[in-house]
């Protein structure tokens, strides 16, 4: 079985929850992971309305990027209801990322809400490359 260009799998972990995401490119990662996250809280519906934001980070390396762009979704999540809808890469390498998202408020009524997720760990967070695919799990402390 071939999986898909990108995407994710949600995987048990002792007290917590493994995110494994892969792409075939480092953006493609980085969306899959962003994903996965969102569905680690539940099915998440917005409400249609989006307002553009522009977010750069630099980081000594590619996993603390990585952790650093998915816990800032997760407190922009948790601390103003909002989530990403698309994101144009202007730049992404091991050491920055200069994304433009599309946020939108998190409808709640349509939304179903499975779990809490606390915090994107550093716990095993290794991005690895084989095959022309970059993979990565990631454990998100529920």
């Known amino acids: 079985m071939r999986l898909a260009d990108s995407g994710f799998e949600l995987r048990d972990h002792t007290a917590d929850i493994a995110l494994y995401a892969w792409g075939d490119s480092l953006p493609a990662l980085f969306c899959s992971a962003a994903a996965g996250l969102y569905a680690t809280i539940g099915d998440l519906e917005v409400d249609g309305k989006c307002h553009a934001v522009t977010l750069s980070l630099e980081a000594g390396d590619a996993e603390s990027l990585l952790h650093d762009f ?5 407190f922009r999540f948790e601390t103003r209801g909002e989530v990403h809808s698309d994101f144009g890469f202007d730049r992404l390498d091991e050491h920055v990322l200069s994304v433009k998202m599309c946020m939108a408020r998190v409808d709640h009524q349509k939304s179903v809400f499975d779990r809490e997720v606390k915090a994107v760990t ?4 290794e991005i690895t490359q084989s095959d022309g695919r970059f993979e990565v799990t990631l454990i998100l402390d529920i």
């Open 122 to 125: 550093y716990h095993d967070l």
């Open 70 to 74: 998915l816990s800032e979704l997760h």
